[in-house]
């Protein structure tokens, strides 16, 4: 066993792995690129609805429906779909990826909007301010860290799930774990494994610094410090977002 | 249709495959996971390695977890034993958070009450304690089904067995009807599992439906008055 160890540390170490189309970096640059691609997407739609939902308090039954019977699909079903419907290319698999990123962020944007304490609202509202200042003044800056809970779940979901991506003839660091399986490479395999961990973990730390950093200034942390807890968890959704669910 | 009916054999079958891997790891994460909330809550430096260990190993890809195990375990990489420990982690990172809220969402007039009474430690902890915690530890239960029964198809990637195989089978022979059926039968699994987890929560804790809904959801603030959104979710994941 233990030169799998050295095998793998040797295939990581190898410079001829760290340069070419075929590289580290490439695959690194590629990951990252479907990434932020489908965050991208995702975002632009999940979160102005979420935003209205929270803030009307319309359809909120059918967003949570949705967020759940989304949730129970297979990653993978809908990738392979997506491809078999829609040909090999860029954008299929990124479209079958939003579909699943959509739910975290559309959950964590309605329940980060209705933690914000209806006192608040309501002292918004009494203040004179219109609704569109009410949902930017006054709701959305209070529910900015609960809705940030659920964008790295997201983003953590959409990294693990770019991962399966190169199973359809796709870039990424799940390219190692292809290859390496069709040649019985174990060490790329275990190699390419590692750097997506250490890719998930990296990316988790930097976004959990930048919520330290710019979500929890100012006075409404210490005004509203009970907002996790007053989060119903005994709503899967919201329990999900909070507990920071939503996994492949 | 023509398809599904002549092979439903074969899919029962990866579909009993599927359901042990989904099920197995959620069974040993709660039993994992209910001692581990217990010890963490009493010791306030274990509760943060705890939480702070979960987030970590839940971070990881399950793609990548179930490449990495084999190395660690000594087992091959076909081996199910790899999924069934890698989600039983991601079980017990979900369960010890659900857990420690649970315990903690028990109000602690009731638990001193029970001690009043002459409750011993254990008798209380079974008696009081873990059933009142019930509905916030179920709905980390429900979670980790669906996410469990999700994730086993992952694994046919690497030519573990399940429903997950209609998926690669289906890709190599470009034959969309069985990817449709694996994905419906995935939808109806995690459905049924969702069902039968909120059919067994209502059986555990009658008091919740005898009024006291509307007293815990106050507890837990002002999410909008208690009622459809539990169970709409319900019918829904």
Wanted: glycine fraction near 10%; charge should be negative.
């Amino acid at each position: 066993m233990s030169n799998v160890f050295s095998d793998t540390f040797a295939w990581l170490a190898d410079p001829l792995h760290w340069s070419g189309s075929m590289g580290i970096p490439v695959r690194l640059a590629e990951h990252l690129q479907y990434t932020g691609l489908v965050m991208l997407i995702a975002t632009a739609i999940a979160v102005p609805v979420g935003l209205f939902v929270g803030h009307t308090g319309r359809g909120r039954v059918a967003v949570v429906a949705l967020a759940g019977a989304l949730r129970a699909l297979p990653t993978l079903g809908l990738l392979i779909l997506f491809v078999l419907l829609a040909g090999i290319g860029l954008m299929p698999p990124i479209w079958a990826l939003v579909i699943l990123t959509v739910p975290p962020l559309l959950a964590g944007t309605y329940a980060g909007i209705s933690s914000v304490d209806r006192n608040v609202v309501d002292a918004a509202r009494a203040m004179g301010m219109t609704e569109l200042q009410v949902l930017f003044r006054a709701e959305l800056p209070n529910a900015l860290t609960v809705m940030f809970g659920g964008f790295r779940t997201g983003v953590l979901q959409v990294i693990a799930t770019v991962s399966v991506v190169a199973y359809i003839n796709l870039g990424g660091l799940g390219r190692y774990l292809f290859d390496g399986l069709v040649l019985s490479d174990f060490p790329q395999m275990l190699g390419g494994s590692l750097l997506i961990a250490v890719l998930a973990i990296a990316v988790d730390l930097v976004l959990s610094l930048f919520q330290r950093l710019f979500l929890t200034q100012g006075a409404s942390k210490l005004s509203y410090h009970g907002q996790q807890a007053a989060v119903d968890l005994t709503d899967p959704v919201v329990a999900e977002t909070v507990v920071q669910g939503g996994k492949s | 249709m023509e398809w599904f009916l002549a092979n439903t054999g074969m899919i029962l079958e990866r579909g009993g495959q599927h359901l042990v891997l989904a099920l197995v790891p959620m069974v040993l994460g709660l039993v994992i996971s209910i001692p581990l909330a217990q010890l963490a809550r009493r010791n306030g430096a274990l509760r943060s390695a705890v939480l702070t260990a979960s987030s970590l190993l839940y971070t990881i890809p399950s793609l990548a977890l179930f490449i990495i195990l084999p190395t660690i375990l000594g087992t091959r990489i076909l081996d199910p034993l790899n999924v069934v420990v890698a989600l039983t982690i991601y079980a017990v990172a979900l369960l010890v958070r659900a857990a420690l809220d649970a315990f903690d969402s028990v109000d602690a007039d009731v638990s001193q009450a029970a001690q009043a009474m002459g409750f011993k430690p254990l008798a209380r902890f079974l008696q009081v304690d873990l059933p009142l915690s019930l509905p916030v530890m179920f709905a980390g239960l429900r979670v980790v089904s669906v996410s469990n029964i999700s994730l086993v198809s992952v694994a046919a990637l690497l030519g573990v067995g399940n429903l997950g195989m209609l998926f690669t089978d289906g890709l190599q022979r470009d034959f969309v009807t069985e990817v449709v059926v694996g994905i419906v039968a995935i939808l109806v699994l995690a459905l049924v599992m969702d069902a039968i987890l909120v059919l067994l929560e209502r059986v555990l804790t009658p008091w919740e439906r005898a009024g006291g809904r509307r007293d815990h959801a106050a507890d837990h603030g002002p999410h909008p008055a208690g009622e459809p959104a539990t169970s709409m979710a319900g019918e829904a994941a």
